[in-house]
């Protein structure tokens, strides 16, 4: 609901008027709408011609205050992540090189199953 109020209960916004009045021509003032804007509530205008009026309001919803708003300073920047052998990037290896890796990680699994039967049949043999 919208709530309509005289503008003389409006108080003075810092040594301003709480509205300033306008015309949106000074050629032909006779046929110029008149313009209300509030200096309390940046972005609420009322404007009227004849006997038809309208309110219109763009604006944050903040009143208006002498001082300007600065948010605070973000916070410093992080450290860059220390650089060692884990993190550093290094190319991808090739094909060929991905194979003889396989290779050397097959025969040491082979090895390593010959020498736990070895174990095994040793303890079997006591």
Known sequence: ???STQSTGDGDVDSMPAWSASLTSNLVPQFAAAILRSNL??????????????????????????ESYSPPAPP???????????????????????????AVQQEQLAREAEEAEMEDDDDDDE
């Open 1 to 3: 609901a919208v709530v």
């Open 41 to 66: 509530w940046p972005g609420a205008f009322t404007f009227g011609l004849e006997k038809k009026f309208e309110n219109l309001y763009i604006g944050w919803g903040h009143k208006y205050t002498a």
């Open 76 to 102: 410093a920047t992080q450290d860059e992540y220390p650089s060692g052998v884990e993190v550093t990037e290094v190319p991808d290896p090739t094909v060929d090189e991905e194979r003889a890796l396989q």
